[in-house]
């Protein structure tokens, strides 16, 4: 190795596609061990904290400054173990304690592509245990003659063209970061003047009606982001919601996140303008898809009234958002309505590049430091 070579410290990477987000998947044994070292490393690949990210991996907004870290499972009926990053393009954070379920979808291909997991067949069923929230699911992918397919006739908004669909079966997503579905205890509590529901069921939620704010919630993204006082509204009732939620002072974390929701324009069950939480996603997250949709069917929540949703103990919950739909399958126990014992939805995922990310040798061997 020259010496321009050992300044720097190469790491094998898959960067994926994952859903509406992308990032770097690693190994976990081809970071370091120690947990700060590994966030200063993480923060090097992707270019943080910087607006820009311009000497990273990262692409200038949340969405884009995820990261995924796998390794085989030893838990017993698990295959493999994920844990997701949520870094901030500037910010110095490396958050480990939401799930993200856009970013889950790339989990079976890169395990597949690493060698971490064998094909099974033409199709292919992982169960992957999330380590932020200890939640479990089986993850189908299509692997015709042995190798992952990523061309097919699944489209999901916010994506372009079309690609082999991925199913995500969730089996256990209640209270994923919270106490339970409903941590404050009830479907709906009146929080700094505002009817909410605040509700966990793979993401932790601050649902609201957009009407309560003084707002349609068919605003475009730019215009919501450019809503200075709605923000400023929002982040004093998700602070509140925050204590409430028993998450207690979440001025620096990532959830909950905030949820606007009106009438459906399009056919769908529900339209929503999501925050995550302090800018408007363009769509909205898998699991925040599933935790809306899980609102729409529980009877007294904000959602009554507003939601359209079909007959039948298996619903299918269209979920509407700035750039198209995303629709969860939710079915509900015969004996207990109110009670949602399985979430599935369709996903898409791509390898966009295999190689090596390059840090510096001082952030690897002095995390502390860097």
């Known amino acids: 190795m020259n010496r321009m070579q050992a300044m720097q410290t190469p790491i094998p990477t898959l960067f994926m596609r994952g859903g509406t987000s992308r990032g770097p998947f690693f190994l976990e044994s081809d970071l370091p061990a120690d947990q700060a070292t590994r966030d200063h490393v993480l923060l090097a690949v992707m270019g943080s904290p910087d607006r820009r990210q311009i000497d990273g991996l990262g692409g200038a907004h949340p969405l884009t400054s995820k990261v995924g870290i796998v390794r085989?499972?030893?838990v017993p009926g698990v295959d493999l173990d994920f844990l997701f990053a949520q870094l901030q393009p500037d910010q110095d954070t490396v958050d480990t304690t939401p799930n993200c379920g856009n970013m889950l979808a790339a989990v079976a291909p890169f395990a597949l592509e690493t060698g971490l997991a064998q094909a099974q067949g033409d199709t292919t069923t992982l169960r992957v245990l999330t380590l932020n929230t200890d939640m479990q699911c089986d993850i189908t992918v299509h692997t015709p003659g042995g190798q992952v397919a990523y061309d097919g006739d699944a489209r999901i908004d916010g994506v372009p063209g079309t690609s082999a669909p991925i199913k995500i079966n969730f089996l256990d997503t209640a209270g994923s970061v919270c106490s339970g579905l409903l941590p404050t205890g009830k479907v709906k509590d009146v929080i700094d003047g505002v009817e909410v529901t605040c509700i966990d069921n793979g993401m932790p939620l601050v649902i609201l009606r957009a009407a309560d704010v003084g707002r349609t919630g068919y605003e475009s993204v730019a215009e919501l982001n450019a809503d200075t006082e709605l923000k400023a509204r929002i982040e004093r009732l998700r602070l509140a919601c925050g204590q409430a939620m028993g998450l207690g002072d979440v001025s620096a974390k990532n959830y909950p996140k905030m949820t606007l929701i009106a009438p459906a324009r399009h056919g769908g069950s529900l339209a929503t303008r999501s925050f995550i939480p302090h800018v408007c996603h363009d769509a909205i997250g898998v699991l925040a898809a599933v935790t809306v949709a899980t609102a729409c069917v529980l009877k007294g929540s904000v959602a009554e009234g507003l939601a359209v949703v079909p007959a039948g103990s298996v619903k299918s919950v269209s979920v509407e958002h700035p750039t198209g739909e995303f629709s969860v399958e939710l079915e509900l126990d015969p004996a207990d309505p109110q009670n949602v014992i399985r979430a599935?939805?369709?996903?898409?995922?791509?390898?966009?590049?295999?190689?090596?990310?390059?840090?510096?040798?001082s952030v690897w061997n002095k995390g502390d430091k860097a």
Do not use: D, W, Y
Request: hydrophobic share 50%; proline share 5%.
């Open 72 to 74: 085989k499972s030893a």
């Open 344 to 361: 599935a939805l369709l996903r898409t995922a791509r390898l966009i590049m295999r190689g090596e990310v390059m840090v510096p040798t």
